[in-house]
């Protein structure tokens, strides 16, 4: 019942931009934690960014901080993630998941979306 579906990926030059959504069916943002997720050919995930619904609070990893803006849109059980300045090393599959909040390990974040292909050509 609960699904988290990520889109908005796509092939770009390096300096444009692309905007990811994060959309919920089966449960609201209120209590959860959501997080972006990438996984780069050949090497294994890591976490992007990260935004606590309780409080408002995100959380950003240090190579896309300053490029990349997470946002939530409550009302529409979506969160969404504004890439800037995009750069080859930012190609990879984009995953959303949820959490009871954005402390908790990788391992802890569920329902994980489909994932999105984002290609950034050089």
Do not use: H
């Amino acid at each position: 019942e609960v699904q988290l579906v990520e889109s908005g990926g796509g092939l770009v030059q390096a300096g444009g931009s692309l905007r990811l959504s994060c959309a919920a069916s089966g449960f609201t943002f209120d209590d959860y934690a959501i997080g972006w997720f990438r996984q780069p050919p050949g090497k294994q995930r890591e976490g992007v960014s990260c935004i606590s619904n309780s409080d408002g609070s995100t959380y950003y990893a240090p190579s896309v901080s300053g490029r990349f803006t997470i946002s939530s849109d409550n009302a529409k059980n979506t969160v969404y993630l504004q890439m800037n300045s995009l750069k080859p090393e930012d190609t990879a599959v984009y995953y959303c998941a949820s959490a009871v909040n954005c402390q908790v390990a990788q391992d802890d974040f569920g329902s994980w979306g489909q994932g999105t292909q984002v290609t950034v050509s050089s």
